[in-house]
């Protein structure tokens, strides 16, 4: 079967399947026409990823299980010593969160910042875990990138358009050659606002970036 259908079956992205088999978790067969084949057993392979993957077990924890380099019992032992340091790491987070709301007129004038910022050092010296602000920023910078670039493209198709129309005004051209000109300038603004917004949802949480991390 086609990577579409196999996209259909397992609820995932062909851009997550790809990723998938450049990390060596899956290894589809060859047509003789050299396009990937994906059979069942490719489909069950990507549904355990996927299971492991919701579990936030990491990329190399599951290459090692596939590979039988490790146990999926060591391999789960160790998300759940994860999920206790993430919940200790929560918890210290909700209790400065309520420390700080319990102060007496609390202001950000007032907030004592780098005191507040010293005490985190210290938590996350310790093993703690707090907010990753550059990975959000970066995530921000890109989506602002994003936009703005299809931003400029537009902006310069634009007067193309405006201009057939101006010289329709003129001189009329016959109704064929008008809604081809139109036409072309319109598909490719709808392209270029299709390709953004699937762009900003791979931005705010596509299995690339997350994979990235492990």
Not at 89 to 118: F, I, Q, V, Y
């Amino acid at each position: 079967m086609k990577i579409q259908q196999v996209e259909e079956l397992v609820g995932i992205s062909k851009k997550n399947i790809r990723f998938y088999e450049e990390q060596g978790l899956l290894s589809p067969g060859r047509a003789e026409n050299g396009y990937r084949e994906y059979g069942r057993e490719d489909v069950l392979r990507l549904k355990e990823i996927k299971l492991l993957r919701k579990l936030a077990v990491p990329i190399e924890d599951i290459r090692a299980v596939l590979k039988g380099q490790g146990s999926l019992e060591t391999c789960l032992t160790r998300q759940l010593r994860e999920f206790d340091r993430q919940r200790e790491s929560l918890s210290a987070m909700e209790g400065m969160t309520r420390e700080l709301l319990s102060r007496p007129g609390l202001t950000l004038e007032g907030l004592d910042a780098e005191e507040c910022l010293e005490r985190i050092e210290r938590l996350e010296k310790e093993g703690q875990s707090f907010m990753d602000v550059s990975k959000r920023d970066v995530h921000r910078r890109k989506a602002t990138g994003a936009v703005l670039g299809a931003a400029i493209i537009i902006a310069l198709i634009l007067p193309a358009l405006f201009v057939i129309l101006w010289a329709n005004g003129q001189a009329p051209l016959p109704m064929g050659l008008l809604v081809l000109f139109i036409a072309i300038p319109v598909v490719v603004i709808a392209c270029i606002v299709a390709v953004l917004i699937q762009r900003i949802k791979e931005i705010k949480g596509g299995e690339e970036d997350e994979a990235a991390q492990y």
